[in-house]
């Protein structure tokens, strides 16, 4: 079993639909959870960051973790077609160096 | 992307063949990160670098190594090519240390080894 699993998708939504993505994790001690995007060719970007338990939001994007449950989220509004992309969630313990990733759920938004 | 280039960005080479991939960043950053991708299995950490001279093994170091003679350039070899070695390599940059930071990825090379 993976340390993260995370669904491939792809994930195809309408223009303006809510989406929700969604990691599991095994590891109890992660404490930082990362949501990154990439884009077709290109490396990935973080997107949002998020310590421990709780809820934050940026703009149309909100991240979602839920440390009882092992389970992160991150929740897109008002999708657009520019939001089309894989969307990689990452999380580490108190281990520096080393982020553990998920393999990434492609989503795609439909005009 | 800005502060950070990759070098080739694409690559065919043969199977025993040496390969050296380059990874330069303007940032004057301490920390540089080595990553391969491939489908299903996500990111993982090949080598890092914490300063320089300063490297590390990340979890899947097997075949190989790395070099940092200088702050901006981070060098990957992989000793001799292996077709398991055909896969879309990233460098990665950071400030601190510390994975909560956040990390600054280059364009990738995608490397095909025949």
């Known amino acids: 079993q993976k340390e993260v699993e995370q669904d491939p998708g792809p994930l195809s939504v309408p223009e303006g639909a809510i989406v929700s993505l969604n990691c599991t994790y095994s590891?109890?001690?992660?404490?930082?959870f990362m949501w990154y995007r990439q884009y077709s060719r290109k490396g990935p970007e973080l997107l949002m960051y998020?310590?421990s338990s709780g809820n934050k939001e940026d703009g149309r994007f909100t991240a979602q973790v839920d440390k009882s449950s092992k389970y992160i989220s991150l929740f897109i509004r008002d999708s657009q077609p520019s939001d089309s992309a894989t969307y990689l969630c990452?999380?580490?313990?108190?281990?520096?160096?080393?982020?553990?990733w998920g393999a990434g759920t492609k989503l795609i938004i439909k005009p | 992307d800005a502060g950070i280039t990759q070098s080739p960005r694409h690559k065919v080479t043969e199977t025993g063949t040496p390969v050296t991939l380059r990874c330069h960043q303007t940032?004057?950053?301490?920390?540089m990160y080595w990553y391969r991708q491939d489908p299903g299995h996500g990111l993982r950490l090949i080598h890092y670098?914490?300063?320089?001279?300063?490297?590390d093994k990340g979890e899947v170091s097997d075949g190989y190594s790395v070099s940092r003679s200088k702050t901006e350039d981070f060098l990957l070899t992989l000793e001799s090519a292996t077709s398991s070695q055909t896969s879309v390599y990233f460098c990665?940059?950071?400030?601190?240390?510390?994975?909560?930071?956040?990390?600054?990825f280059g364009s990738g090379t995608r490397l095909t080894v025949v």
């Open positions: 990665a940059i950071s400030e601190k240390g510390g994975a909560n930071y956040g990390y600054t």
């Open positions: 940032e004057n950053h301490r920390y």
């Open positions: 670098s914490y300063g320089v001279k300063d490297t």
């Open positions: 590891n109890s001690a992660f404490q930082y």
């Open positions: 998020t310590y």
């Open positions: 990452a999380m580490s313990g108190t281990s520096n160096y080393q982020l553990i």
